[in-house]
């Protein structure tokens, strides 16, 4: 079983950048396809990327393409999100998800998908 631990977040104006990692522990992290989700304050929790388990394949949300990048480090069993030209939009807890995957290059898009999850680690962006 798999656990996971954000961190990265913080503070940031309007424009800036940040990188969020999420540490895998407590089982072969090159099994589980990775997703980031957030939740901003009053709002359904949504996905914002995800990667399959060799990182070969990825996805993204319409309102973060160009902007966020999703990579995973399987070596160091860790997946990143980073954030350029950020938005007040972007506000929110992020968490980074994890779902066995069936197939190497398989993405998961839905949260119903994921088993594991982390603690969540806030994004706020001034204006």
Same mark, same amino acid.
């Given at each position: 079983? @798999?656990?996971? @631990?954000?961190?990265?977040?913080?503070? @940031? /104006?309007?424009?800036?950048?940040?990188?969020?990692? !999420?540490?895998?522990?407590?089982?072969?992290?090159?099994?589980?396809?990775?997703?980031?989700?957030?939740?901003? %304050?009053?709002?359904?929790? &949504?996905?914002?990327?995800? *990667?399959?388990? *060799?990182?070969?394949?990825?996805?993204? *949300?319409?309102?973060?393409?160009?902007?966020?990048? *999703?990579?995973?480090?399987?070596?160091?069993?860790?997946? $990143?999100?980073?954030?350029?030209?950020?938005? %007040? &939009?972007?506000?929110?807890?992020? $968490? !980074?998800?994890?779902?066995?995957?069936?197939?190497?290059?398989?993405? $998961?898009?839905?949260?119903?998908?994921?088993?594991?999850?982390?603690?969540?680690? /806030?994004?706020?962006?001034?204006?």
């Amino acid at each position: 079983q @798999v656990q996971l @631990v954000e961190s990265g977040g913080g503070l @940031v /104006q309007v424009g800036g950048s940040l990188r969020l990692s !999420c540490a895998a522990s407590g089982g072969t992290f090159s099994d589980y396809a990775m997703g980031w989700f957030r939740q901003a %304050p009053g709002q359904e929790r &949504e996905l914002t990327a995800s *990667i399959s388990r *060799i990182g070969g394949n990825s996805y993204y *949300i319409d309102s973060v393409k160009g902007r966020f990048t *999703i990579a995973r480090d399987n070596a160091k069993n860790t997946v $990143y999100l980073q954030m350029n030209g950020l938005k %007040p &939009e972007d506000t929110a807890v992020y $968490y !980074c998800a994890a779902v066995l995957g069936r197939y190497r290059l398989s993405v $998961y898009v839905r949260g119903t998908d994921y088993g594991y999850w982390g603690q969540g680690t /806030q994004v706020t962006v001034s204006s």
